[in-house]
């Protein structure tokens, strides 16, 4: 009996135990935290902790780079500012392309000497004639301006009767002329009579060279007096900002540019925004590099034009083409014309290709005059289409 008893008293104080250390737990945890002491704002601040192998600060002024006196007696470095870039002055574009006649005679003399070689056949036989339009048409002429010049020179010929190769030269040269047209204005329309600054929009498909023709054609500008903004309006190539900035830099023209992948004709109408607020002569807009075949690209071309002309009217659109792309440029040309009224075309990698009859093609497909040529990687590769130094590069002297 006396064990039973001793037994419950034993477990009633171990169940005791446990219920106190229960209800203890959980009064901590609904305890609020104890408010943060109150600094005693009278007391002096305490002293920093140094260590024992530390060093106590020094009272002495702090010495700038250019007094310390570097462990191996070297020279101080002194960090100093990027030097701003160089402004450039171009060379004066008047008769540019006759000074780069050389480069361009190089790779189209194949054309010129090959149409003399046979004209000066003792006999111009069907044959002759047959080979002189394959000539033509490789050039990528053009089958209807080829048909037209054979004729011609067919006539001529048989009227002429002596055929010396100076006489054959000069009549070549005379009908090569018309076909591509002389009484044409091919001049940048970069100044309008009632307002500044003049505004110029330059497109194209991708790898024509359009982002540094705007950057050869501001130089060009440049070189004739005139002050440029450049608008970046290429959002969707990271490099393309970059590198129109660069250009523009060299000769001191100031570049707007938006966020990547940004919208290309809030870029556009800012630029020409800019533009007038500087009183600049004339902005130039980079467009994006499109495919014909894209429609919805073809679209928004359109409404950088639209945008832009918030402003003011544009005065030039200038579509880029790949001299070496022949035919196909022409299919391009078409379909550019349809969306943005080309007034002038600039074709670039000229000195690289055998095919420039694409010069007569191209205009008269689209009925809008050559107005720029580029000839090389040069800064001052690109310029002003002048068809007599044009024809003379052709046939050679």
Do not use: C
Not at 8 to 36: E, H
Not at 57 to 77: K, N, W, Y
Not at 155 to 178: A, C, I, Q, S, W
Not at 295 to 319: F, I, S, W, Y
Request: net charge negative.
């Amino acid at each position: 009996m006396e064990t039973v008893i001793l037994a419950v008293v034993i477990a009633v104080v171990v169940l005791g135990a446990l219920g106190g250390l229960i209800v203890g737990s959980r009064r901590k945890k609904s305890l609020p935290p104890p408010p943060p002491a109150t600094p005693d704002i009278t007391a002096p601040p305490a002293e920093p902790h140094v260590g024992d192998e530390a060093e106590t600060p020094r009272d002495e002024p702090r010495r700038t780079i250019e007094e310390v006196d570097l462990p191996d007696g070297s020279a101080p470095v002194v960090l100093e500012e990027p030097p701003a870039p160089e402004i450039e002055i171009p060379e004066p574009t008047a008769g540019r392309l006759v000074r780069l006649r050389a480069r361009l005679s190089r790779s189209q003399n194949a054309l010129g000497k090959g149409l003399l070689t046979l004209l000066s056949r003792e006999h111009l036989d069907d044959e002759t004639w047959e080979e002189i339009e394959d000539i033509l048409l490789t050039a990528d002429v053009g089958v209807q301006p080829t048909t037209e010049l054979v004729d011609r020179l067919r006539e001529r010929v048989k009227v002429l009767g002596t055929r010396t190769p100076d006489e054959l030269r000069g009549l070549l040269r005379e009908e090569l002329l018309k076909l591509i047209g002389t009484d044409v204005d091919r001049a940048v329309k970069t100044e309008p009579e009632d307002r500044k600054p003049g505004i110029v929009m330059v497109v194209g498909v991708n790898g024509t060279g359009k982002t540094t023709t705007t950057g050869k054609l501001a130089r060009v500008l440049v070189a004739d007096g005139r002050t440029v903004v450049l608008g970046a309006a290429d959002t969707f190539r990271a490099a393309a900002a970059d590198q129109l900035q660069t250009w523009g830099e060299r000769v001191g023209a100031y570049t707007v540019r938006g966020p990547e992948a940004g919208d290309p004709a809030s870029v556009a109408f800012d630029a020409v925004k800019e533009g007038k607020e500087m009183g600049v002569d004339v902005v130039l807009i980079d467009t994006a590099g499109r495919l014909h075949t894209k429609t919805g690209l073809m679209d928004e071309l359109g409404k950088v034009k639209r945008v832009v002309e918030k402003h003011a009217p544009l005065d030039e659109v200038l579509l880029v083409l790949d001299a070496t792309t022949g035919q196909n440029g022409l299919v391009q040309a078409r379909v550019f014309a349809e969306v943005v009224d080309i007034t002038g075309i600039v074709l670039t990698k000229l000195d690289g290709t055998a095919k420039g009859g694409i010069v007569i093609a191209v205009q008269r497909e689209l009925n809008v005059p050559v107005k720029l040529i580029g000839l090389g990687e040069g800064a001052d590769d690109l310029a002003p289409f002048e068809p007599e130094a044009f024809v003379d590069a052709l046939i050679g002297e």
